[in-house]
């Protein structure tokens, strides 16, 4: 392979992207928990620098593009605590090993895989395609915190 290879922290630079302030927990957890060569992030809603941005059910009150949107600023969530978990740069990323999604799904919306795209794309979009493929769920459910539209959580490897 030939050229010079982004870093994470370079990449995200580059696509312009800003990182929320991460939500502070509204339970007995912590945002994330780092064991060994793994990170694991507590599920993230669409929430914006402590505003719910996305609320009620997609397929009902939201279309398809508004869940996605949710699911993205999920992720950017995520990522906001990786980098926290990593001491504050994102280069220590290994792979996206998993996504969990949950949707705020109307009970005959059939697109709940689709939702977390919004996710699953925009870990592509900030680590690339040879760090970004991962296992997945995608799950609909009856409500979520806050009446979030959505939530993810994440498994990542680090260094």
């Known amino acids: 392979m030939s050229g010079a290879v ?26 994330f928990r780092r064991e ?5 992030l507590a599920g993230q809603t ?5 505003h719910m941005v996305y609320t ?4 009902q009150d939201l279309d398809l593009e508004t869940g996605q949107k949710a699911a993205r600023i999920c ?5 906001a605590a990786l980098r926290l978990a990593l001491g504050g ?5 290994q792979a996206c090993l998993r996504l969990g999604g949950f949707v705020n799904a109307a009970p005959d ?11 699953s794309d925009l870990m592509t979009e900030v680590f690339g395609a040879e760090v970004a493929p991962h296992a997945r769920t995608a799950i609909g459910v009856a409500t979520l915190p806050q009446c979030a539209a959505v939530e993810v959580d994440a498994i990542f490897a680090v260094r």
């Not at 312009?16 to 912590?30: A, I, Q």
């Not at 669409?46 to 402590?50: D, I, L, S, T």
Request: glycine share 16%.
């Open 75 to 79: 992720g950017l969530n995520l990522i």
């Open 89 to 93: 740069s994102l280069d220590g990323v």
């Open 6 to 31: 982004l870093s994470h922290e370079a990449r995200l630079a580059g696509l312009g992207l800003d990182l929320p302030t991460l939500p502070h927990p509204t339970g007995s957890y912590v945002p």
């Open 56 to 59: 009620g059910k997609v397929g």
């Open 46 to 50: 669409c929430e914006w620098n402590g």
């Open 109 to 119: 919306f059939p697109k709940v895989p689709a939702v977390i795209n919004g996710a």
């Open 36 to 40: 060994g060569p793994l990170v694991y």
